[in-house]
């Protein structure tokens, strides 16, 4: 239990390191504070999701004395909690249904684990949240919000000038419309990627009591499509409610795409090089960004058609999965 404990307040210390190090401005801090909850994550799947706890909330606590009630609740919001739950989730498993394990060797039921759909559901529950809390911390209306947004960056951007040209102007417009949509894109990416290196650290280093999921099969659930269109549709209702779907809207468009993606690595199974193909669209993805509405819609497509069942009823794969 010691050991543990060390673990888990080296790990909050880690994270809040990581976090706090934004305020001093060197480009290295946008690396290190996206990576913050790294640490509580390795904690959470390698250990358990009590120390990641443990850990998440020394840290927090530890962050509010130095820094002041709203370094505590950020800490807490956008690294503590989600390490936490995240972790949890990931080594949510039950027995199924029907199976039974060998008595006579004394192995354990087969287990179900939680999907990886439902995680992903919970990381754009965690990035609508924040970018939520974020923008209501500038206002509690659109006007505010995209005043003081504007104020900010016109003061950013035209750092010296005492009267920003209007090319400034007009590209700061466009900048308070893309931000919080940016944003909730932003902690979407970060946070599933700091499971997957959460995942892949601990799977390295033995501690991971779970198999690696097949992420090949990763999918939503059907509410997830109806939630889209939904919030699609409050997306053009204008004030605080249109931009409250908006972040929605944004944030399940990312998860569908991760399940394009996910279709992609199926399609691509039967291929000689198949690494090289997945390489370069994730190159193209990464570098231009747009193709990312492409991986959406096959996203979308396979929620709708099933594309994936049917391409491995028809057409087997017949090299191993990579």
Known sequence: MIAILIIALAAGAASALMFASIVSGAAISILLFYLAPLPLMVTALGWGPLAAAIGGTAAASVLGALFGLPYCIAFAMMVALPGWWLGHLALLGRPIAGAAGDSA?????????YPVGRILLWIAAFAIITTTAALLTLGTDTDTITGTLRRGLLKMLSAGETQP???IER?????VIFAPLAATVIAMVTLTLNLWLAGKITQTSGRLNRPWPEFRSTALPAMALVALLVAVAF??????LALLAQIV?????IAYALVG????????LSLANRGFWLAGIYAVVVMFGWPIVAIFALGIAD??????QRYLQTRPPPLPAA
Request: hydrophobic content about 55%; aromatic content about 12%.
């Open 105 to 113: 060797a004394q192995q354990p039921p087969a287990l179900e684990w």
């Open 165 to 167: 040209g209007s090319d």
């Open 171 to 175: 590209f700061v417009d466009a900048l």
């Open 235 to 240: 997306s053009f209702v204008g004030g605080m």
């Open 249 to 253: 809207t944004t944030a399940l468009v």
């Open 261 to 268: 993606f996910a279709m992609l690595h199926t399609l691509t």
């Open 303 to 308: 929620a709708v058609f099933g594309l994936r």
